[in-house]
């Protein structure tokens, strides 16, 4: 038996910008200034804190650090997620009551 020779991949000692290219998830890059809140987790999305209460934030919405954008209930247990920067939300990516993956943004908010 003889042993097939192995080659090792090569490696470009060159640069890649990849700024302008979509992420591994295949979404595009943020623009200056955007933050995006991403699920710590994997659970299921609520907007506001009852069923009958109005959302926590809406877009147009001023947040600080520390204010609660969402719960997300994992194993029945409710977790607050809280903005970490100051800014206006832009978008809300989930709706209530979708099941969110971990790293699945959430929120963009607008820091400038």
């Known amino acids: 038996m003889e042993r097939a020779a192995v080659s090792a991949p090569v490696v470009s000692s060159r640069a890649v910008i990849v700024a302008e ?4 998830r295949g979404e595009e890059p943020e623009a200056p200034g ?10 299921v999305f609520y907007s506001a ?5 109005d959302p926590y934030v809406s877009v147009g919405d001023m947040v600080n650090a520390g204010d609660v954008l969402c719960i997300i209930e994992a194993m029945k247990i409710m977790n607050e997620i809280t ?30």
């Open 83 to 112: 903005a970490e920067r100051d800014g206006v939300v832009t978008e809300i990516c989930v709706s209530n009551r979708q099941v969110v993956e971990y790293g699945q943004p959430l929120f963009r908010i607008d820091t400038t």
């Open 34 to 43: 955007i933050f995006t809140v991403s699920s710590p987790m994997v659970g």
């Open 21 to 24: 290219q979509p992420d591994e």
């Open 49 to 53: 804190p009852g069923a009958d209460k």
